[in-house]
């Protein structure tokens, strides 16, 4: 396992506090230039893995995302699955329960959109905001969502026994870090259209969002299902670490390219 996945995998059965977390920190690399030639390697060995994995055509891998507003979602997604075949890759981002969406159990859209045999999948949030944003505004009663921890465990494992293999990361930035972007997205007219009143608000529950996050993360962070809490105040050192983890974790699948369903030794056409 690379240092930087070591330092950042959040241990399965052990108490996550952030607050020993540096969002700002860079375990494993301490120099951008070399952080930035190593991000740029990994996407480079990650086509070749992508490759593998669809024409395998066996398993499926499944990358989740979550982090507070701002966190940078949408620019990790952009810089590390950037050169990957669109056509082996899917992109879901889960927003408010509507529709049919609303007329069922929380698992229920999420399963749909796990990927098939031989896809990437990335998750833009997931079922982890039914422990999250729904836990901090009391949208289910404790009773309902405090079960949903050992749930999330069961549907993971059985993803995972089934040939899913799943990382999830967290993208953990500073509160101050996060009023830094929200005024750029305040003064910069080409983000503008990226603020939103609604993440202000939200601001307002930093310490709540913090305490479910913990939860979370320190309870369903599996070997079959591993958390990475990634320091992700630096652009630079967040792309190198996903990529890194992401990179090691499809090289472990020791994946083969399929035999030749013919012989092809003596095959002529004109
Ligand atoms: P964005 O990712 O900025 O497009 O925002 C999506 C919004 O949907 C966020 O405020 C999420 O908290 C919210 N959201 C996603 N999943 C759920 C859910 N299961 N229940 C309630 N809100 C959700
Ligand atoms: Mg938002």
Known sequence: MSKIREKLLAEPGKILKLSEIDPSGTPGCDNKEDGIARYLKNIDRMRVLQYLLYAEGKRAVLAVLQGIDAGGKDGTIQKVMTGLNPQGVQVTSFKVPAGEEKEHDYLWRVHKAIPKWGQMGIFNRSHYEDVLVVRVH?????????????????FEEMLADNGVKIMKFFLYISKEEQKKRFEERLNNPEKNWKFSKADLEERNYWDD??????????????????????????????????????????EEMDMKLPKPTADLSNIQFE
């Open 138 to 154: 009391n949208t289910v009663p404790k009773a309902v969502w405090s079960k949903r921890y050992e749930q999330i465990n069961s």
């Open 209 to 250: 969002y913090t305490a479910a996050f913990e939860e979370a993360i320190g309870k369903c962070s599996k070997k079959h299902a591993p958390w990475y809490v990634i320091p992700a105040n630096r652009k630079w050192y967040r792309d190198l670490a996903v990529s890194e983890i992401v990179k090691e974790t499809l």
